[in-house]
């Protein structure tokens, strides 16, 4: 896939990756100005330690959704197993430490 960058595209890709505290996130900025400048995927997925299948799925979510394509989206994961209205009965415990528990005799 051949990458072509305006240069309002180009300098907000480097500004993301210069400034953003999520190296992922700037890795894959990277990955696309090396796109852009022309090298080959193999070379950009060596350097960067991924492979050229994960850097193939980057340059192609960057070409659908832009930029907001390339942040990490954290799947939902599990339902809390403990309700939220034990939590400060449960800092509490913590707090107090296994003598404020009966646990332990001081």
């Known amino acids: 896939m051949k ?3 305006s240069d309002q595209e180009h300098q907000q890709l480097v500004e993301v990756m210069k400034t953003t505290p999520d190296a992922r996130l700037g890795m894959r900025c990277q990955a696309i100005l090396m796109a852009a400048r022309g090298r080959p995927h193999g070379h950009i997925a060596e350097d ?3 492979s050229v299948r994960t850097l193939q799925r980057w340059l192609n979510r960057y070409h659908q ?3 907001g394509g390339l942040e990490i ?3 939902l994961g599990r339902a809390a197993k403990i309700p939220a209205s034990l939590a400060p009965e449960i800092l509490d415990w913590v707090r107090q430490g296994p003598a404020g528990c009966g646990l332990y005799k001081t």
């Open 73 to 75: 989206r954290w799947a």
């Open 48 to 50: 960067l330690a991924v």
């Open 65 to 67: 959704q832009g930029l």
């Open 3 to 5: 990458v072509t960058l």
